[in-house]
T-cell receptor, first 114, second 115 residues
Framework: KNQVEQSPQSLIILEGKNCTLQCNYTVSPFSNLRWYKQDTGRGPVSLTIMTFSENTKSNGRYTATLDADTKQSSLHITASQLSDSASYICVVLNASGGSYIPTFGRGTSLIVHP | GAGVSQSPSNKVTEKGKDVELRCDPI?????LYWYRQSLGQGLEFLIY????????KSGLPSDRFSAERTGGSVSTLTIQRTQQEDSAVYLCASSLMGTGGYEQYFGPGTRLTVT
């Protein structure tokens, strides 16, 4: 069964600090892995998309890593800001029979305090 | 440009009633996805449309759920004989293509409450 596990479930940090969110997956066949940011009451917004051959990808203060061998990914947030408070969702797409179906993690709820 | 829009933003319905949720994807996007997000749960894939191909309905939880996409654009998700466990936020997303590597753009969702 395709699964995506995220940790921690929730995280509280002080403004300006760094943090790292983890994602482990068992999805096959693998197509790509995505990190989304979801603010309360809004739809998710994409941060990064990583394919099998990519080890790291950055988007501003967000840096995602992917280890396809161990099926692990991380999202590192540098110099956190209050606006980073949101849920961060790891999504893995599998490619099967021409369809690209996503499996979602439950997300990590990040709260940044001043 | 306009993003993905969904209507209504909120819907309260009585158990047993039918509801229709609408999604207007970004113009030109050939792929459209419906998801459900229950309280405290991750997003759950429901159905996927790609161009004129037959939709992938593998995520629909029961035969009370159905979806259509007319003219390759607007999509309607219909839930018949609603149950309380159908209460959730229903999200729609579209992408330029459905071949995996393209960005998905999400709408704001429809919050459905079944009383």
């Amino acid at each position: 069964k395709n699964q995506v596990e995220q940790s921690p479930q929730s995280l509280i940090i002080l403004e300006g600090k760094n943090c790292t969110l983890q994602c482990n997956y068992t999805v096959s066949p693998f197509s790509n892995l995505r990190w989304y940011k979801q603010d309360t009451g809004r739809g998710p917004v994409s941060l990064t998309i990583m394919t099998f051959s990519e080890n790291t990808k950055s988007n501003g203060r967000y840096t995602a890593t992917l280890d396809a061998d161990t099926k692990q990914s991380s999202l590192h947030i540098t110099a956190s800001q209050l606006s980073d408070s949101a849920s961060y969702i790891c999504v893995v797409l599998n490619a099967s029979g021409g369809s690209y179906i996503p499996t979602f993690g439950r997300g990590t709820s990040l709260i940044v305090h001043p | 440009g306009a993003g993905v829009s969904q209507s209504p933003s909120n819907k309260v319905t009585e158990k047993g009633k039918d509801v229709e949720l609408r999604c207007d994807p970004i113009s030109g996007h050939t792929a459209l996805y419906w998801y459900r997000q229950s309280l405290g749960q991750g997003l759950e894939f429901l159905i996927y449309f790609q161009g004129n191909s037959a939709p992938d309905k593998s995520g629909l939880p029961s035969d009370r759920f159905s979806a259509e996409r007319t003219g390759g654009s607007v999509s309607t998700l219909t839930i018949q004989r609603t149950q309380q466990e159908d209460s959730a936020v229903y999200l729609c997303a579209s992408s330029l293509m459905g071949t995996g590597g393209y960005e998905q753009y999400f709408g704001p969702g429809t919050r459905l409450t079944v009383t």
